[in-house]
């Protein structure tokens, strides 16, 4: 039987084990709730590609969840109508290229010669039509022919006279050959039919369409027969290099955070392996909770985005997916 001093001993040893597991607990369940945990989802870059020109989708090489490197081919337009325009414009530049050529070199000496022989022939029929002229004009005076015979001689001798000068005008164009006004001219029209056919090449080059990154092909938005067009995607690709998690935190928590903080990212599909991250963004405007935040006291509160960027070596995150957040 325990006397009443021992007795007393037991009660109060037993208060003190009491009061140091309150202390833990209180210590443990405090340190739960200053636990810095912010709820959101995965979010990955994303590119829409689409066609740079308005043709018929010939091919579509990839499928949804392929993976494509930089410059990859993904899909083709039907490109007989650009080929035959451009086979058409090469045509009409090497027509082009001989007319400079020939204005270049200008005029062949039996071109000349035969300029110098048309107005030897031209000063022929003007010496006739001068003579005759000449001789109408006697017998006129001697009332032997009418006046429309002599009307028509004068205009034979004038007719002669214009032949003469145009010929001589002729030669001496022949041997002065082309001007430059009119090599420059052709030369320019050379250089709109050469632009015209670089146009037409980057044309043709954007029937193909190239990845313009690494990635994983996410939607697959059109087929071969569709009309593609620059405001028709054709494909979706998700960047797997960046990934972060969307998140939202109160104002009243807002001072505790700052960017290059250290973070773990969880997911439900794996636990127990919390993937490294840190925090990369914070918003300076305030916005209201989006529905997606998890937390009940966060649903109808003025918030500020989070973006924790993390490195996700394993490829484990998908984008849309929830994820917890833990700030270090």
Same mark, same amino acid.
């Given at each position: ?76 337009? /039907?490109?007989? !109508?650009?080929?035959?325009? #451009? @086979?058409?414009? %090469? +045509? ?5 290229? &001989? ?75 022949? /041997?002065?050959? !082309?001007?430059?006004?009119? #090599? @420059?001219?052709? %030369? +320019? ?5 050469? &632009? ?82 840190q925090v990369g963004y914070i918003s300076n405007v305030a916005e209201f909770t ?33 994820a917890t957040v833990k700030l270090l």
């Open positions: 039987m325990l006397n009443l001093k021992e007795h007393k001993k037991r009660i109060i040893g037993l208060a003190a084990v009491v009061a140091v597991a309150v202390s833990a607990g209180y210590y443990y369940f405090s340190r739960q709730n200053d636990e810095f945990v912010l709820y959101g989802n995965v979010d990955i870059r994303q590119v829409s590609l689409a066609f740079n020109s308005s043709e018929r989708i010939e091919k579509m090489l990839v499928e949804e969840g392929d993976r494509v490197k930089k410059n990859d081919l993904l899909a083709t337009l /039907e490109s007989k !109508p650009l080929e035959l325009s #451009i @086979a058409k414009s %090469e +045509a009409a530049i090497e027509k082009q290229e &001989a007319v400079v050529q020939r204005l270049k070199n200008g005029s062949r000496p039996e071109e000349i010669e035969q300029s110098a022989a048309k107005m030897r022939a031209a000063e022929a029929d003007y010496e006739n039509a001068l003579l005759y002229k000449n001789r109408m004009a006697e017998l006129y005076k001697s009332s032997a022919i009418s006046k429309q015979e002599m009307d028509n001689a004068s205009a034979r001798f004038k007719a002669a006279a214009a032949d003469l000068d145009n010929a001589r005008e002729t030669y001496r164009l022949s /041997e002065i050959g !082309p001007r430059a006004e009119d #090599i @420059a001219e052709a %030369e +320019a029209q050379l250089k709109g039919l050469r &632009a015209d056919l670089l146009l037409q090449k980057y044309n043709l080059s954007q029937t193909k369409l190239l990845s313009p990154i690494d990635g994983v092909v996410r939607s697959r938005l059109q087929e071969p027969g569709d009309m593609a067009s620059p405001q028709k995607p054709v494909y979706l690709i998700a960047v797997e290099d960046t990934k972060w998690v969307r998140a939202y935190i109160s104002e009243k928590r807002l001072g505790e955070i700052k960017p290059g903080m250290a973070a773990q990212v969880i997911i439900d599909s794996f636990p127990d392996k919390p993937i490294n991250g989006p529905k997606t935040v998890q937390t009940e006291e966060l649903r109808s509160s003025l918030v500020y985005e989070v973006r924790v960027y993390v490195e996700d070596k394993d490829n484990v995150l998908r984008m849309g997916m929830p």
